[in-house]
Structure formats: C-alpha cells, structure tokens
C-alpha cells in the first residue's frame, strides 16, 4: 500500500499541470504575504511605522478598562498636538481605539487642529469618551486584554487569502488525481490489476488528501513565519478579539484570544480544506477530462457563495454557511457562527462543531463515494 | 484451466460490436483474428472486467469473473490497446508501479521487472523516461508489464502493432516459451502474427465468431477457392474488378493475380495451396484492396 501511494504521489508531482500551478502558487503566497504584511498600512511610508506601533502596543498592553482606554487616548491626542504637523507619524493603534471610543461628531482632528492653531492644548476631559459599558463590550468573569490587535487584523486578512489560494491549488491537483488516468485511456490496464482497484483508490485518496494538507501547513507555516517578523514575534497573542479593534467584534460571545481565533481558523480552514478535497477527489473520478474536472470542482466551490446572494434567510441560507467558501475568512466565522439567524444553533462554539463535523462528513463520504465506485466500476 | 464465455453481447447506441460470442480456452495460444472494427478491443475489455457487456458471462474454471473480480484480477494480465504511459516514468518505475499495484512484493518486484525487461529487450533503457521510448518500445514495455505476475490467463490487445519484423520475432519466441500452462489470447490483424504460434486462431467478424481452429483447419475450409492465373495486361483492370485478389505480381507484360474464388476465375486458372492469409482476405472482403 505505502508502495502505492508513493508512485501515486510521483503521478501527481511529474504532472504538467500541477507543477505550473506550483510555480505559480509560489509568486502568489509571495504576493500576498507582500502586499498582507510588508506592504502593509501600518509599515508607514518610512518603514519605521512597525516600531513606533510596538512602542504604543507596550505601553497600552493590559487589562481593558476605562482607565487604560482614557490613558491610550490621553496619549494619543498628546503626542498628535506635539509632533510637527509633517513629521507626524500615523498611529493606527491608537486611532482605531479613538475611533470606537469617541462619538463621531466629537470632530476632534479638527479640534486638536485648531487647537495648536491657537497654540493651546485640547486635553481628554474636553472630549466625550464613551464607556466600554456603553458600547456594550462582551464582559466575561476576567476582564479583557487589550494589546496589539493591528498587525494581528493583518495575519487574518492574509490568512483568509490564503484559503484561497491553498483552496485552489487543491482543486487543480485533486481534479487531476483520477482523471488524467482516464484521460489517458490508462484505466483498462489500472483497473484490471489486483490492486488496481480498492487499494490505488485508497491510495490515490491519501495521496491527493497528503499533498494538499502539506501544500496547507507549508503555507500555512511561511506565512506564521512571515507574521512572526512583520508583529516581531507573536505579542499579542492574549489580546481578546473583542479588543481587536480593526475587526469591530466587541459584543462577540466567546472569551477567545487572538491566538485561538487564529487556531480556529486554521482547524476549520484544513477541515473545510479535506471537504474540498473529497469532493474534487470524487468529480475526478466521474470525469474523463481533467480540465471538466477542474472547472466543475471549481464551480461547485464557489456555488454556495453565489447562492447567498440568492437565499438570506432562513435553513437553506444556514446550510449554505456551512460550506467553506462562506466561513473561511475569520471574521466571517465569528459572526455567523455567534447568531441563530445565520447558523442553525444558538452558541458559537456548537455552530463550530457543528460545522466541523458536516465538514468531516462530506469529505468521508466523499472518500466513500468514490472507493464504491472505482471498486465495481465497468465503463458502459 | 478453463476460461469461457457464453452469449457475450456488447452493443452501444448505434452499434452491435458483439454479438452473442461464445467459446471456451484451455492452456494454449489463441489468435483473435479480425478487421478493424470488428470488435476485439470490445471483447478484451469485457474479459478483462473493465466494460461491461450488455449479455452475456464470462467465467473462469466455472467462477463469474465479475463475483470473484479479485480472484480473477490476480491471475489476469492484459495489455490494452491505445494508452498513454506517463512520460516521466522510466521503463523500470512503470514496471515497479504495476508490480505494486499486481501485489507482488517489493523484494521480488526488482527481479521479476529486470528479468522481464531483459526478455523484452529493453534493459539498456529502462531507466530511460518513457517520452524516449519508440512506439514499438513502448510495445514492449506493455507486454512486459502484462507479464509480471505471471498470469494464468495472459491478453494482449495487438501486442505486435509497431514492432519491427526482428521485433516480431522476439515476441513470438517470447510468448511460446511463456504459454506452458497458461490461456493467452493476443489480437491482430496481421495474419503473420499469428499464423505459426497461434494453437487455435478465432475469426471475429464484425462482432460474429465466424469461426475457430488450428490454422491448417480454417485454411483446409478455402482449400480448392485459391487459383493462380497469369493475364494479359490489358485484361488485367477487369480481372481486378471482378474478383478477389490476394496478391498480383507484374511479369513483363503477363500479371500473376492470386484470386479467391468459388467458381474457376479464368479458363487457365489453376489451384494453389490457400495460406492463412487468403483466409484472412476471404472473411474480411469488403475491406481487401481491389
Ligand atoms: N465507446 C464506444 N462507443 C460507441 N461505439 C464504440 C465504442 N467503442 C467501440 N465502438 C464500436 O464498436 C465496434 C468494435 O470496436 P473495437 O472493439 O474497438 O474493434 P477492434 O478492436 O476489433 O478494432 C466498432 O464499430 C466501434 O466503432
Ligand atoms: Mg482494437
């Protein structure tokens, strides 16, 4: 059998198709980690945005409460009166804060404008600054952390991307894994070997579902690199979601870090990911083309997500956020997955579960499927 | 060792490419004899469990090869017609895939691939990749991997197509010295092919077993319909159109034409011993070159 899979392996790796789609998925991983993270907002145009954001991050780091909300603030319209108007670097850290804490007709860019204008000083009490109670935060036995949230809003954006990527790879490399042996008329000899039936089926599944899943860590694993260096290691990592500010997640219900949000993005993505694969796996092995193969797998991925635009209500819209095109981005997930009208249970963490569990189950039935069908299957 | 089939139908929407075939296989060589289209490819298919027949069962020592498919799967091999190998692989690596997927153990593999390569003479290149192998390389290869597990019953779909007449040669001696004990039932239609390994050759026309036997036996049924005749060369075109011509060979002015014929084709035509080939030109006339 581990014979088997390996020449099934060598199959898909010696494959044209696959090793183009390789290539280009390199430059794109590239792209994205470029555009997600080096070239991020927060890189400034000097480059030197990162460190000033980890100077304010240290010191805003701890528990969340009025106070600290007060003291960010404080600093923030502090040092925006006293750096010179051209040399004044732009703390995105400190501006989303300010733009959850301060009502919107407050005005106070205008203000602190004027302000130095007139050479005073706007100070914090002459602003309104909301409470957390008032903006109606989530409050949990602890209190929650603040901390670095900017940079971490990055990682998911680049983590959501690369589903898609990973995604698609995927789907091209699973269309081919049956397919090209029917396409190349190889079946007649395939098929009528001992093993040519229940173990190179089974082998072909591990090896379509290996390749992926590595092609999933590697990604996976140079982008966590990547973000390592852009956040300087993973600080962060305790702030609650709800205080990630970026994401606008304040009332959501679950006392999760920045690092289980991450965690459960990976684990639903790769779950979704083998969903994708079974499913692909098995239209390769309807097809006799792998380009059909390709472009049915494809279509049938992101059909949920054009049948949203469709159905918004209701057991068929819950069904259709089950699939993975609907919930793979992070702050999809936790917000469909924390209310009854989106998902079919009430708790985030069951419709989670819930959606796991579908997921696992498309992708052995999938496997099933196409194990019953190659073991009996005669060309009519 | 028995493999039989009765009754075997296979039609598409349009077309009936078998129609009820029947025979039974002990140990031997048997030559499937036909045109183009006459169904061979079809009936392999089916034996081999990879079509399905719209009537029909095959069995093997009284078993349904399609209840015990593993079984037979295992004493099987079959070289298909009209693949393509992966052109990455070399020679050996295929040989070791199909070994694997034959079950046979990785300890032995190596050997038996070698000693197979060697038989087919392709040693020098199996570890060359496949894309630089001939057409009649690639032959070779198949009838090779055919081979691998020993198989009790052996089919081989025009196995000599591209193969050279030294090649041809290599094959036969290959295939009689490998069917002690075994069926093996190989395609063509090239009667040479055949004519001489073949125990019984089987003539199937247009998806009919028209007929089977030794190939003394089917030609003994010509015997007395084979004229040799010399014409004039203005004669010559209307001879042409009227009957069937095995063969013509120009001799000055004068042609000899080798006829196929019930009647006496010409007053000074007299009877020559039918050879295989005349049998071949007499089934498949429609198709014979005028
Ligand atoms: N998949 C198919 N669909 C329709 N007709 C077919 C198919 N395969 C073979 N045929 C027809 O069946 C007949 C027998 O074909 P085949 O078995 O390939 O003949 P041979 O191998 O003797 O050349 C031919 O008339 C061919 O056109
Ligand atoms: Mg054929």
Known sequence: MKTIVKYEMEKIQQNRTFIGALVISLFVLAGILYIGMYHAQLQGIERKGVENYHQIVERSTGEFTDQRVQDVLSNYIGRFQQDDVNNRGFDLFSWEVANTFIANGENIYDRMNTAVKQGETLTIDQI??????????????????????????????????????????????????????????????????RRGRKQMTVAKIIAGTFISVLAFLFIHGVSLGAFALYNSGFTGWDTSIQTNFSMELFTFPVELNQLQVYGLAVALQLIGLLAIVGITLYISSATRSPFSALLIALGIFLLPKALTQLVKRGPIYHLLNLFPINNYAVQDFLTLMSTKTEFFLTYFMQNMVLTMVVLVAIALLCNWAVYQRLKQYQEA | ??????????????????????????????????????????????????????????????????????????????????????????????????????????????????????????????????????????????????????PEVLILDEPTVGLDPKERVRFRNLISSFSENKIVLLSTHIVSDIEYIADEILVLNKGVLENRGPSFRLIDTISGCVWETEVENDRLAGMLQQHLISNQKHAGNKTVLRIISKEKPAPEAKHVQPTLEDLYLYYFREEAVR
């Open chain 1, 128 to 193: 309104k600054v909301k409470s957390i109670e008032e903006i109606g935060f989530t409050e949990f036995e602890k209190p929650l952390k603040m901390g670095s949230f900017v940079t971490w809003k990055d990682f998911y954006h680049v983590t959501n991307q690369l589903f898609l990527l990973i995604s698609t790879l995927s789907i091209l490399l699973c269309s081919l894994v049956f397919s090209s042996d029917t396409s190349r008329n190889m079946n007649p000899l395939l098929l009528s070997t």
């Open chain 2, 1 to 150: 060792m028995q493999l039989e089939l009765k009754d075997l139908t296979k039609s598409y929407d349009d077309t009936i490419a078998l129609n009820r075939v029947s025979f039974r296989l002990t140990p031997g060589i048997y030559g499937l004899l036909g045109s183009n289209g006459s169904g061979k490819t079809t009936l392999f298919r089916i034996i081999s469990g990879v079509l399905k027949q719209t009537t029909g069962t095959v069995t093997y020592n009284g078993e349904n090869t399609r209840a015990n498919s593993d079984a037979f799967r295992s004493i099987l091999g079959f070289l298909p017609q009209d693949f393509s190998y992966y052109p990455d692989f070399t020679g050996m690596k295929f040989m070791l895939y199909i070994a694997a997927l034959k079950g046979i153990h990785k300890n032995v593999a190596k050997k038996r691939c070698v000693e197979l390569l060697e038989l087919v003479g392709l040693e020098d290149v199996r570890n060359k990749k496949i894309k630089t192998y001939s057409g009649g390389m690639k032959q070779r290869l198949g009838i090779a991997q055919a081979m691998i597990n020993d």
